[in-house]
Nanobody
Framework: QLQASGGGTVQAGGSLRLSCAAS????????LGWFRQAPGKEREFVAA????????YDQDSVKGRFTISRDNAENTVHLQMNSLKAEDTAIYYC??????????????WGQGTLVTVSS
């Protein structure tokens, strides 16, 4: 089970740190990723990190602003989001899987946490 937290409402230019805690099993051998879904849009890839720390980002949307990290000992993954923009408003989901940017390659999903960026 994956439990995402840390969402909220922030003004444009502000920061939020999302966390995702895994329970019930260890995900140390999985890549962990973040996806987001804005109202009326499809769920899209944000970032992923492999078990040994290799990072992938959706460069177009979050380049230089978001940082993904993980703590295998604590079975958690974080997403530090800086310089937030109104277009970052979405429900953010954590997931465990291959580490790619394809949704179908992730087998485990958290329930999502809402991020609202006001302009």
């Amino acid at each position: 089970q994956l439990q995402a937290s840390g969402g909220g409402t922030v003004q444009a230019g502000g920061s939020l740190r999302l966390s995702c805690a895994a329970s019930g099993r260890t995900f140390s051998n999985y890549a962990l990723g973040w996806f987001r879904q804005a109202p009326g849009k499809e769920r899209e890839f944000v970032a992923a990190i492999t078990w040994n720390g290799g990072r992938t980002y959706d460069q177009d949307s979050v380049k230089g602003r978001f940082t993904i990290s993980r703590d295998n000992a604590e079975n958690t993954v974080h997403l530090q989001m800086n310089s937030l923009k109104a277009e970052d408003t979405a429900i953010y989901y954590c997931a465990a899987g291959s580490g790619s940017n394809r949704r179908y390659e992730y087998n485990y999903w958290g329930q999502g946490t809402l991020v609202t960026v006001s302009s």
